[in-house]
């Protein structure tokens, strides 16, 4: 079964300031995934790891430095030069302020019916009232609730649904949500992350659900990447990613999710960095300056990636020749 | 390091651009307009009825395309002129003959200078001031009042509200001169005499200055304290106990004199501008009323020499603030 | 409302706090804080809980008598107890208020961003709140204490040289909290202090709260709307619904028996890890604090809503071991578990 | 008119809509001048106002009161022209660069800011001199529009830059909206105020330039507006020959004029500033 989305040593740097001062990050560094038909795939890790570049570089927002993107087949559906800005067909996009999706000063079902026209899915007003209500009754709402209105009459959680049965009117095949449900009340948060589900088994629409909250991916999605300072460390099926971590960086962010669970808290104390954009220019492994089990290997070259039972992880503690031919007494297993 | 590149070296370079593009403008404008400097000098003599045979018209249209600078390739002249603005000789003054025009300007400099710096300083340490405070504390009837009265100063241009000044107090009350900077005769000397007929005379321009910058100055600075006081580290700052005095000197008005400064600079264009026309009301004897005769009789060197010296003067006032922005605004010195 | 607890630290009774707005001529009323009484204890960390727009932001500054206009206060009282004698907050001059401030009670900002001043050293700030309250300090006295301060709570002095904008938001954070810690207050009062934070700085920042709370023995009073910040350092939890306290108790029984519907909802609705049911979340949406439903507020979302529920806003009901809860179908008292 | 009614709410509206309102009653009423305004002696000199001559005759011979009906439409049709013209290039500039940028936005800025950092007003009054024969109302305009666009060109492209970064850009691109259609649906109703009000701020600053080329005598003194009117009164020693009517008439006029004007632009902006506008619109 081919993927539906593959991406390959996909890679953007940013450079700031003036022509003069070139800082330059890479805020992707070389990540290749694939997302299949009807399945949702995680892009986890803290803010700052480049999950959002790498979300706006599949949408076309972006023009990467290198490496590719070929949805459904096609590479990239070429985008029309005309437009400033690039879109993938079949590709739409969640956001993650639901008061920042609509313009707040136009009425929230000008979107709905611009999408239509501009699809061309119809052009006389009755049957685009029908096709609209029938996509918001999808997602549990009614044209009458909706048209009127401007987005600050709406709570977070309606206004989600609403950009949800937008985007589902153009029949994508792929939706990227980006933290669809941080900005949404907990209490409704459930209502929204089923919906996702809903569409994967019932429309067959893949999503790549972005988010730094790893309980949630853990209940709606199927396959996770682990993401740190623009490299992929970890990526594997849900399960066995969340609740056998192997990269240090993986576990470290498991144990470190506060659980609703009076009788889990944390034990020891953490280490912090405080200098966060070093981390962006170290040579080797990012992760080097924080690892408990970090090696004079980790600080030289960036370590490739290697498959364990399923998984693959971006970590010289899995690279058998170099583990064997060390011997290092000194490096604890996993057992504890 | 980044703060060099990144703020330092941008702001030498805008410089030294816009001095190039203000006085390119300067050169190219009299020679890309439909009328020729010189015949319209011409023109003007003759409509003064001075008697012109035509044999010496030829050698008169010789000087005067020499004195202009006009001879030679576009390129020879625009070499010329820029070799003028670094010698800061503009060649010679057309009606106050044989001065070179860089001794009038040196003539009536002293006299804007002493208005301008006075006023600008006056208006601006006042009109931060009262600002400040009234944005501190913009509950009270004080500062609403003060606002009010800033909101109908504060779109007057200049020279109406001189015009103003000078018929209430020139006029109706007659307590100041109505014109000069001094009484007919006055020979220049360090007496008191002297010294108080200049203030006698420029205390009217000087009080329309200082009004008007000081209602622009308090309006923005009490925008600016009211923006700075809602700030999350001012809030703070009260919620943690810290004195009052404290909170007003070190947290308040230390913030809110950063936008200050760099308003300052962008407001020197207007100031000057403001200062020129004021005089030519007050026609006080500085740069204005100088620039004013230029117009009226035409004289091209003068003018040309004063366009150009006041944009060096005031891009190299805002070069000088922008230097001096960075010490107190630890975010970009340690950028 | 029962006697005062021996060791009640801070008291509020019925606390009232509306935001009047008036957008050119639409007046619009937030009941923010629509009458709560709480008692919170001395050595304890007591959790608010609730999801944004319920009011708990708002209790929190009613609590620091903080209340500037938009916010006006309508009813009820605040108590400070003070070596065993009770101070009404609200009566207190602006200078005895003022004074209070760090030394007995202080607060902990959501987004340390811009807390600090930006123009000026940490250190410069430390001294600025640290001389406003210690009489007679020189300069170097405020510099030695809060080096030794920073060094005690595992934070290196020299962040104290640098200004605000060169320290990473997990440090500056910390530094705003050894701040507020800095004159060992009896009660330190944090309004979301984590949520800006990644995950892993935000366990370093709440392992900091907890190592304050054992070295002083005081009380933090902490709000968030991560339940899961709450299971892991809270003693007693209250879940804030619409302006009103619905319920409150030991932080094991909020997450094993939650009695009001609203508390199951959102217990029932966090996912947790091993464990992939489907999970439900309340129906509805939260109501506007502007224009609040008849009775109780959860009443338009509430399956087990009976008449009473629609006029009459339920009485607050002790039903032993520390619980107490708002919610008619507890009227009966036992065990008087919800459906 | 559920909008007249909000603003008038706001007394500074009030009162800067009633004066605009009196000074447009007044430009109007120049079409009914008995007198032609470049027609010099048609009364008696030097009249103090009398119920004949409500403001007097000026020592030219004019009655003043129909002199400033006429100086009063043509300051305001300068000030039109500038305004509206010098928009059309602001929100060009501003958009084209906010939108577009990189090297387009450099470029533009570069030049609006070596706008903003030289003394325009020596080059205009460099200019006008030049051009004194031809300069009429509309050259007048013109010439003003060409140099009052820099400043708020930069306030518009920094609204667009700010707008570009916000999530419903996003949206609309995704639901196929092409860009033009984007910029004026999407960005038009924030830009709206931004544009009102330095519409009007930049009329007063174009009446202000009027009166100041006015003085310097480089304007075309026989069209009557408020400048020409002031550079009269003065040149003929009005205040030293003790007509002081004959300088006061402009000199109110302007200052009301300016008032009202900056009183207007400062009450709409706030009216229509987005923040205020979404509680309201959201207030039903």
Redesign the interface.
């Given at each position: 079964m081919d993927a539906l989305l593959e991406i390959r040593n996909l890679r953007k740097d940013f450079a700031f300031g003036s022509l003069l001062s070139r800082l330059r990050i890479t805020a992707v560094d070389d990540v290749s995934f694939d997302v299949m038909p009807a399945e949702i795939f995680a892009l986890a890790g803290e803010s700052g790891c480049g999950k959002t570049t790498t979300a706006r570089l599949i949408?076309g927002?972006e023009e990467p430095t290198s490496g590719s993107i070929r949805h459904k087949g096609d590479e990239n559906g070429r985008p029309k030069k005309r437009?400033?800005?690039w879109?993938t067909q079949g590709v739409?996009?969640i956001?993650?302020?639901p008061f920042?999706?609509?313009?707040?000063?136009?009425r929230v079902e000008?979107?709905l019916f611009?999408?239509v026209r501009?699809?061309g899915l119809t052009k006389n007003g009755t049957k685009a009232d029908k096709l609209i209500d029938e996509m918001l009754k999808a997602v549990g709402l009614r044209l009458e609730e909706v048209s009127g209105r401007?987005p600050?009459?709406f709570s977070g959680g309606q206004l989600q649904r609403i950009?949800i049965a937008?985007?589902l009117l153009?029949n994508p095949s792929l939706l990227i949500a980006d933290e669809p449900v941080s900005m949404v009340d907990a209490s409704i948060r459930m209502s929204i992350v089923n919906l996702f589900r809903q569409l994967r088994d019932e429309l067959g629409v893949s999503v790549i659900y972005i988010t730094h909250d790893l309980a949630t991916a853990y209940y709606v999605c199927d396959r996770i990447a682990i993401m740190f300072r623009g490299h992929v460390v970890e990526m594997g099926g849900v399960e066995n990613v969340l609740m056998a971590p192997k990269h240090p960086y993986t576990k470290l962010l498991r144990e470190s999710i506060p659980e609703a669970d009076p009788k889990k808290r944390w034990k020891e104390s953490v280490s912090l960095t405080d200098i966060e954009h070093e981390e962006y220019l170290r040579k080797g492994c990012r992760f080097a300056g924080r690892c408990p089990k970090v090696m004079d290997v980790c600080r030289e070259n960036v370590p490739p990636e290697f498959t364990v039972d399923g998984v693959l992880v971006k970590c010289f503690l899995y690279d058998e020749e170099l583990m064997t031919q060390t011997k290092r007494s000194e490096v604890p297993d996993d057992a504890e | 390091m980044a703060f060099v590149k990144r703020y330092l070296i941008p702001r030498l370079i805008?410089f030294v651009?816009?001095i190039f593009?203000?006085v390119t403008?300067?050169f190219f404008?009299?020679r890309f307009?439909?009328?020729d400097?010189v015949q319209r000098t011409i023109a003007q003599l003759q409509s003064q009825g001075s008697y012109l045979d035509p044999g010496s018209m030829d050698s008169m249209i010789e000087d005067l395309r020499e004195m202009y600078g006009l001879e030679g390739s576009m390129l020879q002249q625009y070499g010329a002129f820029w070799r003028r603005v670094f010698t800061g000789d503009f060649g010679v003054s057309f009606f106050q003959f044989p001065t070179p025009v860089i001794e009038l300007i040196r003539t009536s400099l002293p006299w804007t200078a002493g208005l301008l710096l006075w006023a600008t300083l006056l208006s601006w340490t006042l009109g931060n001031l009262i600002g400040g405070l009234a944005g501190y504390f913009s509950r009270n009837r004080w500062s609403r009042a003060l606002d009010t009265v800033a909101?109908?100063i504060?779109?007057?241009?200049y020279?109406?509200f001189a015009?103003?000044l000078?018929?209430l107090f020139?006029?109706?009350v007659r307590l100041f001169p109505?014109a000069g900077g001094t009484d007919i005769g006055r020979r220049a000397a360090l007496s008191w005499a002297f010294v108080s007929d200049v203030l006698r005379h420029a205390f009217l321009p000087a009080l329309s200055m200082v009004v008007l910058g000081t209602a622009i100055t308090f309006q923005t600075m009490k925008l600016i304290v009211q923006n700075v006081n809602a700030e999350d580290f001012v809030q703070y700052a009260k919620l943690g106990g810290v004195k009052e005095r404290r909170i007003v000197s070190r947290y308040v008005i230390r913030n809110a004199m950063l936008p200050q400064i760099t308003n300052l600079a962008?407001a020197l264009?207007q100031i000057?501008?403001g200062a020129?026309?004021t005089e030519?009301?007050f026609s006080y004897p500085g740069l204005g009323t100088l620039?004013?005769n230029a117009?009226?009789t035409?004289d091209y060197n003068l003018?040309m020499g004063?366009?150009a010296m006041?944009?060096l003067a005031?891009?190299t006032a805002?070069l000088v603030i922008d230097l001096v922005y960075p010490l107190f605004d630890p975010r970009v010195r340690l950028m | 409302m029962n006697g005062v607890m021996p060791s009640t630290v801070l008291r509020a009774e019925q606390l009232k706090a509306f935001y009047i707005?008036d957008?050119?001529?639409?007046e619009?009323i937030v009941k923010a804080v629509n009458g709560v009484s709480v008692q919170i204890r001395e050595n304890e960390v007591y959790g608010i809980a609730g999801e944004s727009g319920c009011g708990k932001t708002t209790l929190l500054k009613a609590l620091y008598s903080a209340i500037e206009p938009p916010l006006r206060l309508m009813g009820g009282r605040v108590f400070y107890v003070r070596d065993g004698e009770e101070i009404d907050v609200y009566s207190l001059s602006k200078e005895e208020k003022r004074r209070l401030r760090w030394e007995y009670i202080s607060y902990v900002p959501q987004g340390s961003m811009s807390v600090l001043n930006p123009v000026k050293k940490l250190k410069d700030s430390y001294s600025d709140f640290l001389e406003s309250h210690v009489a007679g300090k020189t300069r170097r006295d405020t510099l030695a204490i809060a080096r030794r301060h920073l060094h005690e709570l595992g934070l290196p002095p020299k962040v104290l040289d640098a200004y605000p904008h060169q320290l990473s938001g997990g440090m500056r954070q910390r530094v705003t909290i050894a701040l507020a810690a800095l004159l060992g207050p009896r009660i330190m009062i944090a309004d979301e202090p984590t949520t800006a934070l990644d995950v892993v700085v935000q366990r370093g920042v709440i392992q900091l709260f907890k190592s304050i709370q054992e070295s002083l023995k005081n009380t933090i009073v902490l709000v968030t709307h991560d339940m899961g910040v709450h299971a892991n350092v809270a003693d007693r939890i209250g879940i804030m619904y619409a302006g009103v306290m619905i319920e409150e108790s030991t932080v094991e029984r909020v997450f094993e028996e939650p009695l009001h519907p609203y508390t199951q909802y959102l217990i029932n609705s966090l996912p947790k890890f091993g464990d992939k049911s489907v999970r439900e979340s309340a129906p509805g949406s939260p109501p506007s604090l502007a224009n609040l439903p008849s009775g109780c507020p959860f009443h338009p979302r509430c399956p087990h809503a009976m008449d009473v529920c629609l006029q009459e806003m339920p009485e607050v009901v002790d039903v032993g071991e520390n619980h107490r809860v708002a919610c008619w179908l507890v009227e009966g008292g036992g065990d008087g578990r919800a459906a | 008119m559920r909008v007249l009614r909000?603003l008038l709410?706001d007394y500074?509206f009030a009162v800067s809509f009633t004066v605009l309102c009196l000074l447009l009653i007044m430009a109007i009423l120049s079409a009914f001048s008995p007198y032609d305004p470049t027609f010099w002696w048609h009364a008696a000199r030097d009249l103090r106002p009398s119920w004949t001559h409500f403001l007097g005759t000026s020592a030219k011979g004019q009655d003043i009161f129909w002199q400033a009906t006429y100086a009063v439409r043509n300051s305001l049709i300068i000030s039109v022209i500038a305004g509206t013209v010098s928009r059309v290039i602001a929100v060009l500039v501003g958009m084209v660069a906010g939108?577009?940028g990189r090297l387009t936005d450099r470029v533009l800025m570069?030049i609006s800011?070596?706008f903003?950092?030289?003394?325009?007003?020596?080059?205009i009054?460099?200019?006008a001199?030049?051009?004194r024969?031809?300069m009429n109302l509309v050259n007048l305009g013109l010439l003003l529009a060409f140099f009052g666009w820099a400043w708020d060109a930069r306030v518009i492209r920094s609204q667009i830059l700010s707008l570009r970064e916000?999530?419903?850009t996003?949206?609309?691109?995704?639901?196929?909206?092409?860009?033009m259609k984007l910029v004026m649906?999407?960005y038009l109703?924030?830009a709206a105020p931004l544009i009102f009000s330095t519409l009007i701020n930049n009329m007063?600053w174009a009446i202000?330039m009027e009166?100041?080329l006015a003085?310097?005598?480089?304007s075309n003194m026989d069209i009557p507006t408020l400048g020409t009117m002031?550079q009269w009164a003065?040149s003929y020693q009005a205040?030293?020959l003790g007509q002081?009517w004959w300088?006061?008439t402009p000199?109110v006029l302007?200052?009301f004029l300016?008032?009202a004007?900056?009183?207007l632009s400062?009450s709409i902006s706030e009216?229509l500033d987005?923040r205020?506008?979404?509680?309201?619109?959201?207030?039903?």
């Amino acid at each position: 079964m081919d993927a539906l989305l593959e991406i390959r040593n996909l890679r953007k740097d940013f450079a700031f300031g003036s022509l003069l001062s070139r800082l330059r990050i890479t805020a992707v560094d070389d990540v290749s995934f694939d997302v299949m038909p009807a399945e949702i795939f995680a892009l986890a890790g803290e803010s700052g790891c480049g999950k959002t570049t790498t979300a706006r570089l599949i949408l076309g927002f972006e023009e990467p430095t290198s490496g590719s993107i070929r949805h459904k087949g096609d590479e990239n559906g070429r985008p029309k030069k005309r437009e400033k800005v690039w879109f993938t067909q079949g590709v739409q996009a969640i956001f993650q302020n639901p008061f920042e999706t609509f313009n707040p000063l136009r009425r929230v079902e000008r979107y709905l019916f611009e999408t239509v026209r501009n699809y061309g899915l119809t052009k006389n007003g009755t049957k685009a009232d029908k096709l609209i209500d029938e996509m918001l009754k999808a997602v549990g709402l009614r044209l009458e609730e909706v048209s009127g209105r401007y987005p600050s009459e709406f709570s977070g959680g309606q206004l989600q649904r609403i950009s949800i049965a937008r985007s589902l009117l153009t029949n994508p095949s792929l939706l990227i949500a980006d933290e669809p449900v941080s900005m949404v009340d907990a209490s409704i948060r459930m209502s929204i992350v089923n919906l996702f589900r809903q569409l994967r088994d019932e429309l067959g629409v893949s999503v790549i659900y972005i988010t730094h909250d790893l309980a949630t991916a853990y209940y709606v999605c199927d396959r996770i990447a682990i993401m740190f300072r623009g490299h992929v460390v970890e990526m594997g099926g849900v399960e066995n990613v969340l609740m056998a971590p192997k990269h240090p960086y993986t576990k470290l962010l498991r144990e470190s999710i506060p659980e609703a669970d009076p009788k889990k808290r944390w034990k020891e104390s953490v280490s912090l960095t405080d200098i966060e954009h070093e981390e962006y220019l170290r040579k080797g492994c990012r992760f080097a300056g924080r690892c408990p089990k970090v090696m004079d290997v980790c600080r030289e070259n960036v370590p490739p990636e290697f498959t364990v039972d399923g998984v693959l992880v971006k970590c010289f503690l899995y690279d058998e020749e170099l583990m064997t031919q060390t011997k290092r007494s000194e490096v604890p297993d996993d057992a504890e | 390091m980044a703060f060099v590149k990144r703020y330092l070296i941008p702001r030498l370079i805008s410089f030294v651009l816009v001095i190039f593009l203000g006085v390119t403008a300067v050169f190219f404008i009299p020679r890309f307009t439909p009328s020729d400097p010189v015949q319209r000098t011409i023109a003007q003599l003759q409509s003064q009825g001075s008697y012109l045979d035509p044999g010496s018209m030829d050698s008169m249209i010789e000087d005067l395309r020499e004195m202009y600078g006009l001879e030679g390739s576009m390129l020879q002249q625009y070499g010329a002129f820029w070799r003028r603005v670094f010698t800061g000789d503009f060649g010679v003054s057309f009606f106050q003959f044989p001065t070179p025009v860089i001794e009038l300007i040196r003539t009536s400099l002293p006299w804007t200078a002493g208005l301008l710096l006075w006023a600008t300083l006056l208006s601006w340490t006042l009109g931060n001031l009262i600002g400040g405070l009234a944005g501190y504390f913009s509950r009270n009837r004080w500062s609403r009042a003060l606002d009010t009265v800033a909101m109908i100063i504060r779109p007057m241009p200049y020279y109406i509200f001189a015009l103003m000044l000078l018929i209430l107090f020139a006029y109706v009350v007659r307590l100041f001169p109505i014109a000069g900077g001094t009484d007919i005769g006055r020979r220049a000397a360090l007496s008191w005499a002297f010294v108080s007929d200049v203030l006698r005379h420029a205390f009217l321009p000087a009080l329309s200055m200082v009004v008007l910058g000081t209602a622009i100055t308090f309006q923005t600075m009490k925008l600016i304290v009211q923006n700075v006081n809602a700030e999350d580290f001012v809030q703070y700052a009260k919620l943690g106990g810290v004195k009052e005095r404290r909170i007003v000197s070190r947290y308040v008005i230390r913030n809110a004199m950063l936008p200050q400064i760099t308003n300052l600079a962008l407001a020197l264009g207007q100031i000057l501008s403001g200062a020129l026309i004021t005089e030519i009301v007050f026609s006080y004897p500085g740069l204005g009323t100088l620039l004013f005769n230029a117009i009226v009789t035409g004289d091209y060197n003068l003018i040309m020499g004063i366009t150009a010296m006041s944009i060096l003067a005031i891009t190299t006032a805002i070069l000088v603030i922008d230097l001096v922005y960075p010490l107190f605004d630890p975010r970009v010195r340690l950028m | 409302m029962n006697g005062v607890m021996p060791s009640t630290v801070l008291r509020a009774e019925q606390l009232k706090a509306f935001y009047i707005l008036d957008a050119f001529g639409t007046e619009k009323i937030v009941k923010a804080v629509n009458g709560v009484s709480v008692q919170i204890r001395e050595n304890e960390v007591y959790g608010i809980a609730g999801e944004s727009g319920c009011g708990k932001t708002t209790l929190l500054k009613a609590l620091y008598s903080a209340i500037e206009p938009p916010l006006r206060l309508m009813g009820g009282r605040v108590f400070y107890v003070r070596d065993g004698e009770e101070i009404d907050v609200y009566s207190l001059s602006k200078e005895e208020k003022r004074r209070l401030r760090w030394e007995y009670i202080s607060y902990v900002p959501q987004g340390s961003m811009s807390v600090l001043n930006p123009v000026k050293k940490l250190k410069d700030s430390y001294s600025d709140f640290l001389e406003s309250h210690v009489a007679g300090k020189t300069r170097r006295d405020t510099l030695a204490i809060a080096r030794r301060h920073l060094h005690e709570l595992g934070l290196p002095p020299k962040v104290l040289d640098a200004y605000p904008h060169q320290l990473s938001g997990g440090m500056r954070q910390r530094v705003t909290i050894a701040l507020a810690a800095l004159l060992g207050p009896r009660i330190m009062i944090a309004d979301e202090p984590t949520t800006a934070l990644d995950v892993v700085v935000q366990r370093g920042v709440i392992q900091l709260f907890k190592s304050i709370q054992e070295s002083l023995k005081n009380t933090i009073v902490l709000v968030t709307h991560d339940m899961g910040v709450h299971a892991n350092v809270a003693d007693r939890i209250g879940i804030m619904y619409a302006g009103v306290m619905i319920e409150e108790s030991t932080v094991e029984r909020v997450f094993e028996e939650p009695l009001h519907p609203y508390t199951q909802y959102l217990i029932n609705s966090l996912p947790k890890f091993g464990d992939k049911s489907v999970r439900e979340s309340a129906p509805g949406s939260p109501p506007s604090l502007a224009n609040l439903p008849s009775g109780c507020p959860f009443h338009p979302r509430c399956p087990h809503a009976m008449d009473v529920c629609l006029q009459e806003m339920p009485e607050v009901v002790d039903v032993g071991e520390n619980h107490r809860v708002a919610c008619w179908l507890v009227e009966g008292g036992g065990d008087g578990r919800a459906a | 008119m559920r909008v007249l009614r909000d603003l008038l709410r706001d007394y500074r509206f009030a009162v800067s809509f009633t004066v605009l309102c009196l000074l447009l009653i007044m430009a109007i009423l120049s079409a009914f001048s008995p007198y032609d305004p470049t027609f010099w002696w048609h009364a008696a000199r030097d009249l103090r106002p009398s119920w004949t001559h409500f403001l007097g005759t000026s020592a030219k011979g004019q009655d003043i009161f129909w002199q400033a009906t006429y100086a009063v439409r043509n300051s305001l049709i300068i000030s039109v022209i500038a305004g509206t013209v010098s928009r059309v290039i602001a929100v060009l500039v501003g958009m084209v660069a906010g939108y577009r940028g990189r090297l387009t936005d450099r470029v533009l800025m570069f030049i609006s800011d070596s706008f903003l950092v030289m003394p325009l007003f020596l080059i205009i009054v460099l200019l006008a001199m030049l051009v004194r024969e031809r300069m009429n109302l509309v050259n007048l305009g013109l010439l003003l529009a060409f140099f009052g666009w820099a400043w708020d060109a930069r306030v518009i492209r920094s609204q667009i830059l700010s707008l570009r970064e916000r999530e419903f850009t996003l949206t609309a691109v995704l639901s196929g909206t092409k860009t033009m259609k984007l910029v004026m649906k999407e960005y038009l109703p924030f830009a709206a105020p931004l544009i009102f009000s330095t519409l009007i701020n930049n009329m007063a600053w174009a009446i202000g330039m009027e009166i100041t080329l006015a003085i310097l005598g480089l304007s075309n003194m026989d069209i009557p507006t408020l400048g020409t009117m002031l550079q009269w009164a003065i040149s003929y020693q009005a205040l030293l020959l003790g007509q002081w009517w004959w300088l006061l008439t402009p000199v109110v006029l302007a200052i009301f004029l300016f008032i009202a004007l900056y009183w207007l632009s400062v009450s709409i902006s706030e009216y229509l500033d987005p923040r205020t506008r979404i509680q309201r619109v959201g207030a039903k």
